[in-house]
């Protein structure tokens, strides 16, 4: 799909600090209907945001008016569960571009490297900081680098480097996906499959 | 160099290796279905592109039909237009369609081993983490997102990093009532859910290669649930003998010749794996959860651990004992059930209906419990029929439904109300997982089943 380039952003950041979100979370089951890839962001969290009368939940943090931006911070194993594309879609509908974390669930961390959004794990130790940085001072700068593949807490200075293969990094540099890619290599496919048995 | 059945399976899909990247990785077959593959269909049209290998590719109804009365119209307008979607998309494209109503209609994960479309030594996807399951066979199988969905389609390939290996062994003897679903959940509560993260694991050890086909698909099924991407099990006799004169199976001298390649399949005396675990058979017994992922679980006769004995945060572990209404050192027997459901990619086979049976026989459903049996498939469905099982289960107040995903992530109308205790033989035990506000324990289905006609928790061994 078509997503904004990635370059450098920073922005303030929105902190949840609690492990094991799954995908579920994320994007209840009952949001899959759509055949359309907009306008999940509207049921990102859906049932930790909204009360069932649909009124705003007001302890969650996304219903918080003090905090905001284009970074989402979230504890360890990040997105398990569902391959659901569609909850790194909500994220991106959101409004979020990077998710920072101390560890991602394998399929979700896939997800949002093909749809735009940066995900950046940390260590443990900066993840705490990071949180303790935004509950000191909400307004508080991130600096997430993807040319120089670092995150800085702009307030302190301190900063760490994460990982991302060159690849997917020159992907989200230039707004690419992997179909542009593949369909350059169709005739070594093509040859590829001619030589299989089943 | 010595080889892992993993590597052996990988390394001979991979169309090319991109340097600092992912490998290019061929994709023999492909399932879709109707929730997460519309928006791939959508970006093939926006890009001009086609379907490249469309007899690769397998669709199937299964994640939002109801599970009553399949014979009318579908009432949720929006669960209406995705099958929708996937029956127009299929036809335009070419690809076989198992709708609602199709005698094969069924689980994706149901259908495919049982139609022999799943093989050994296959790499197979689907928009469904719970394409694991594919692994019983000695597949590489794993879950993909809609991007990836739309990259198969378009190219039958996918871009992906190779994993790492984890071995995991379990010798010895299972005890009575210990289900290779117990087998699972113990593994996952001793890995927790993102313990085989970033790994793709092999299961080995007599108690795998003494499972049944469909036993060995209940493990792999729930590889994802300890984070792995997958987990396969070498292919034997016990998985020839399954596949043999399966409706798209080879046949006569093909088969023969598949079957000398796939006995070469299996990890080399000396390969090696990056992680390896071992767990004894005699340790599990019985398992349910009791928490908001499927690592909250333990032995159905221990009581709920302290917060400091688990592994990750307190809060967390906390906010999930509070959704569940449970407290630290809570025992779990003789707690309350209002819901039981027998059915899922996970324990929705035929088997699996027989061991629901072998307790609720002569026995009666329990009035405060409301029980959803829903087989994987139609061919499931009318083996229940065919062996009589229909007849005990109803005898004790039980009713069977149509075939489906049903309840296990409550798309459809099998919804459990906010608050109420759900025993369910599914996947995934997370907030509102079974409807919002539903409280989900996981369990094997003779726990389900037991569950079902004494009203509460119970363990099973004390009704065989």
Redesign the interface.
């Known amino acids: 799909?078509a997503y904004d380039k990635f370059n450098i952003l920073t922005s303030t950041a929105v902190p949840l600090?609690?492990?094991?979100v799954?995908t579920?979370?994320i994007i209840?089951?009952?949001f899959?209907?759509?055949?359309?890839?907009e306008g999940f962001g509207d049921n990102l969290f859906r049932?930790w945001r909204y009360n069932?009368d649909n009124s705003p939940k007001e302890s969650f943090v996304l219903n918080n008016p003090i905090y905001s931006g284009k970074i989402l911070v979230g504890?360890?194993?990040f997105g398990?569960?569902?391959?659901?594309?569609?909850a790194?879609w909500a994220v991106y509908d959101y409004g979020f571009r990077c998710v920072v974390s101390s560890?991602?669930?394998?399929?979700f961390r896939?997800?949002c490297l093909?749809?735009g959004v940066l995900p950046v794990q940390v260590s443990a130790e900066f993840s705490e900081q990071i949180f303790n940085a935004i509950y000191d001072d909400p307004n508080t700068e991130i600096e997430v680098n993807l040319p120089n593949q670092t995150i800085t807490l702009l307030s302190t200075g301190a900063q760490e480097s994460f990982e991302i293969?060159?690849?997917?990094k020159d992907n989200m540099l230039n707004g690419f996906?992997?179909?542009d890619?593949?369909?350059s290599?169709?005739s070594?496919?093509?040859s590829?499959?001619n030589g299989?048995?089943? | 160099m010595s080889k892992t059945l993993f590597d052996k399976v990988w390394d001979s899909h991979v169309?090319?290796k991109?340097?600092?990247?992912?490998d290019?990785f061929?994709i023999?077959r492909h399932f879709i279905h109707e929730?997460?593959s519309?928006?791939a269909f959508?970006?093939l049209k926006s890009?001009g592109?086609k379907v490249?290998?469309p007899e690769r590719t397998f669709a199937t109804a299964d994640?939002?039909t109801p599970t009553i009365n399949q014979h009318l119209p579908v009432e949720?307008p929006?669960?209406a237009?995705?099958l929708k979607?996937l029956e127009d998309n299929s036809n335009e494209y070419g690809i076989s369609h198992w709708g609602l109503g199709h005698q094969k209609n069924g689980i994706v994960h149901v259908v495919g081993p049982e139609n022999g479309i799943t093989?050994p030594g296959?790499t197979i996807v689907c928009?469904?983490?719970h394409?694991s399951t594919h692994g019983a066979f000695g597949a590489i199988a794993f879950?993909?997102?809609?991007?990836?969905v739309?990259?198969v389609l378009?190219?039958?390939?996918?871009?992906q990093?190779k994993?790492k290996k984890m071995r995991i062994n379990i010798n010895g003897q299972l005890g009575k009532g210990v289900t290779p679903k117990d087998v699972a959940l113990y593994i996952i509560s001793k890995l927790t859910?993102?313990g085989a993260?970033?790994y793709f694991v092999e299961y080995a050890g007599d108690v795998f290669e003494n499972m049944t086909m469909e036993g060995r698909m209940t493990v792999c099924n729930l590889s994802?649930e300890m984070?792995a991407?997958g987990g396969m099990i070498a292919p034997d006799e016990t998985t020839f003998a399954y596949l043999k004169d399966k409706p798209l199976s080879?046949k006569g001298e093909a088969w023969d010749?598949?079957v000398a390649?796939w006995k070469t399949l299996k990890t080399d005396a000396d390969a090696k794996f990056d992680k390896e675990l071992t767990f004894s058979a005699s340790d599990i017994e019985p398992m349910i959860t009791y928490g908001t992922?499927p690592g909250m679980g333990m032995g159905i006769s221990k009581n709920i651990p302290n917060a400091e004995a688990v592994e990750?945060?307190v809060?967390?572990y906390k906010?999930s004992l509070d959704y569940m209404g449970y407290h630290e050192n809570d025992q779990m027997i003789g707690k309350k059930v209002d819901y039981v459901f027998l059915g899922s990619c996970t324990n929705g086979r035929i088997e699996d209906f027989r061991a629901f049976a072998s307790i609720v026989k002569g026995r009666k459903k329990a009035d405060n419990v409301t029980a959803w049996l829903v087989p994987g498939s139609h061919e499931v469905e009318a083996l229940i029929k065919e062996e009589g099982i229909l007849d005990i289960i109803n005898e004790a107040g039980f009713v069977l439904r149509q075939p489906g995903c049903s309840a296990c992530?409550?798309?459809n109308d099998d919804k459990v109300p906010?608050g109420k205790y759900a025993v369910s033989t599914s996947n995934?035990n997370?907030?509102?997982?079974q409807g919002?506000?539903s409280r989900t324990l996981l369990a094997s289905p003779l726990v389900a089943a037991a569950a079902a006609v004494t009203g509460v928790v119970t363990d099973p061994r004390t009704l065989l």
């Open positions: 799909m600090p609690l492990e094991n799954d579920d979370q209840p089951a009952r899959l209907k759509a055949t359309k890839r049932d069932n504890g360890k194993n398990s569960g569902s391959s659901r594309e569609h790194a560890f991602f669930a394998d399929i896939n997800n093909n749809v293969n060159s690849y997917k996906d992997d179909i890619y593949l369909q290599m169709k070594e496919i093509e590829f499959a299989l048995l089943l | 169309v090319r991109i340097e600092g990247g992912p290019i061929f023999d929730v997460t519309p928006v959508l970006g890009r592109l490249l290998y994640h939002n949720d929006l669960s237009n995705q979607a093989f296959a928009g469904d983490s394409t879950g993909i997102g809609t991007s990836e739309e990259m378009s190219t039958q390939c996918i871009m990093p994993p859910t993102s993260t970033g994802i984070g991407r080879l010749t598949a390649h992922n990750g945060g809060a967390t906010k992530l409550a798309m906010a995934r997370f907030e509102g997982r919002p506000g």
